[in-house]
């Protein structure tokens, strides 16, 4: 004798999806603070290129590769280094609005909890951003680095820190733009089953590749970057399989029912099942 979980009605558990003009004027306000902050950061040119050297000579002290091994793959053609400006100018809030919207309309217990990492990790960079002033490796003459931005273009900045009014050129460390990628890659592998979900790493790795080959972050700035979205993951956990699937809410128990013996005795249960266990 043996006691068997029913199974649970469907759509008791289902998460509903939060009201899609609230989650657009969230998000909205989310890049609205990511630019403003940026621009609070901006005027600090001297202080910016201090702390580029302190990280090229940290970096070299602690025998990370060099950044000039990957530009110089990007330079043997023309075509390849326009192909990593391109990618940085445009890949890096498409990919992440898409990765939002596909969880909103599939996923929305994982949107909501993607939603939150992702708003953590960016005050988090802005108020580093602001602690740490850091001028990008493509400003410090040390590296021997080309801005490949402004020499084969596309490229998202002005010439200058002094004459860009649209963006803050010394906010190089974290890196969202690999924060966001990063995030993007784990918030699919969590919230898919498929078999092939794991492929989802190489839009991070493509993306640390074209920063650091484009001059415009150091290692450590994706380091640190990796940090912050590690920190903010271990706090904010996502939803539970069984909640994605429609099977009971996180921490719920399902419903068990008695069955009896053959020989008609009472039926003694075998202890709690959660329901779809194993499955």
């Not at 963006?167 to 974290?174: I, L």
């Not at 650091?212 to 903010?232: K, R, S």
């Not at 909640?243 to 202890?271: D, E, I, K, L, Q």
């Amino acid at each position: 004798m043996e006691w068997r979980s029913e199974p649970a009605q469907k759509g008791t558990t289902a998460i509903r999806r939060p009201p899609l003009v609230r989650e657009v004027l969230l998000v909205a306000g989310l890049f609205l603070v990511y630019k403003l902050g940026r621009q609070l950061a901006t005027g600090h040119g001297p202080e910016a290129l201090g702390n580029a050297h302190r990280v090229w000579d940290l970096e070299r002290a602690a025998h990370l590769p060099g950044e000039r091994g990957v530009q110089s793959a990007l330079l043997h053609g023309d075509t390849l280094v326009h192909g990593a400006n391109t990618f940085y100018a445009t890949v890096h809030f498409p990919a992440t609005a898409a990765f939002l919207v596909w969880l909103y309309l599939r996923r929305p217990g994982h949107y909501v909890w993607a939603r939150r990492v992702l708003a953590v990790v960016t005050a988090a960079a802005l108020v580093c951003h602001l602690a740490f002033p850091l001028a990008p490796p493509r400003m410090l003459a040390a590296t021997g680095l080309v801005d490949t931005g402004q020499v084969y273009g596309p490229t998202v900045y002005g010439a200058s820190p002094e004459a860009d009014p649209l963006s803050n050129q010394f906010a190089a460390m974290p890196s969202l733009h690999f924060g966001w990628a990063l995030m993007v890659a784990v918030g699919l592998i969590v919230a898919t089953r498929s078999r092939l979900r794991w492929l989802w790493l190489l839009h991070p790795l493509l993306t640390l590749l074209v920063i650091v080959g484009t001059a415009n972050h150091y290692w450590l700035d994706a380091i640190v970057a990796a940090a912050l979205l590690g920190t903010a993951l271990a706090v904010i956990r996502p939803p539970l399989p069984a909640a994605r699937h429609g099977g009971v809410a996180a921490g719920g128990r399902g419903t068990a029912a008695p069955v009896r013996s053959g020989s008609g005795g009472p039926a003694t249960p075998r202890g709690p099942e959660l329901v779809g266990a194993g499955r």
